[in-house]
């Protein structure tokens, strides 16, 4: 059973930084697709970024500011979040799918971040 967990989220300033981390049990996270996603109140869950065999995918709203990296030791994946601004206030969800689907069928329970001007 695949489970996920994250965690570092917070609050924090405008300009500050962040970082998330997914710990994954069941699986192993580089056989795995991941991404992170976030939805704020009012708004409809929306991708922030992916990563699959190397290098990410990122949404365009926080493409340059957050990187999603793979720790295949701790078999972690972690998204460091930096230059926030109000507009990244979100609950921010980890989610994981198998390499042969599209559809993230694996998620955690979500960890909010809050940024303020």
């Known amino acids: 059973q695949v489970q996920l967990a994250e965690s570092g989220g917070g609050s924090v300033q405008t300009g500050g930084s962040l970082r998330l981390s997914c710990t994954v049990s069941?699986?192993?996270?580089?056989?795995?697709?991941m991404a992170w996603f976030r939805q704020a109140p009012g708004k409809e869950r929306e991708l922030v970024g992916a990563?699959?065999?190397?290098?990410?995918n990122y949404a365009d709203s926080v493409k340059g500011r957050f990187t999603i990296s793979r720790e295949n030791v701790k078999n972690m994946v972690d998204l460091q979040m930096d230059d926030l601004k109000p507009e990244d206030t979100a609950v921010y969800y980890c989610?994981?799918?198998?390499?042969?689907?599209?559809?993230?069928?694996?998620w955690g329970q979500g960890t909010q971040v809050t940024v303020s001007s």
């Open positions: 990563i699959a065999w190397i290098g990410g």
């Open positions: 989610a994981a799918r198998d390499l042969d689907r599209d559809e993230f069928a694996y």
């Open positions: 069941g699986r192993t996270v580089g056989n795995m697709g």
